[in-house]
């Protein structure tokens, strides 16, 4: 009975992130700069949208670079990649 019950709530949960799932992909195909990011190779909707979401303004950047650097794809010499922080 037990085991019933655990794939049952799986099953829901399953459900319930196929439906975010395409709902994340659907804005992410509407929204432009979520598109624009998505033209980056390897990037995609599940990495475009949350770097959309949370990341600052580009004009806080000085270049690309330190853009690339905030999001922990490579280092930056002032700040340790460890030190990353989203809150």
């Known amino acids: 009975e037990l085991c019933r019950v655990y794939i049952e709530q799986i099953s829901l949960l399953d459900e319930k992130i196929g439906g975010l799932d395409k709902e994340i992909q659907h804005?992410?195909?509407t929204d432009?700069?979520?598109s624009r990011l998505m033209t980056i190779s390897g990037v995609g909707p599940m990495c475009a949208t949350p770097i959309?979401?949370?990341s600052p303004q580009m004009e806080t950047f000085a270049?690309?670079?330190e853009c690339a650097a905030w999001c922990g794809c490579c280092r930056d010499k002032n700040?340790?990649?460890a030190a990353k922080?989203?809150?």
């Open 52 to 54: 959309q979401a949370f």
């Open 79 to 81: 700040r340790p990649v």
């Open 85 to 87: 922080s989203f809150a």
């Open 63 to 65: 270049n690309g670079l």
């Open 32 to 34: 432009e700069g979520t």
């Open 27 to 29: 804005r992410a195909k």
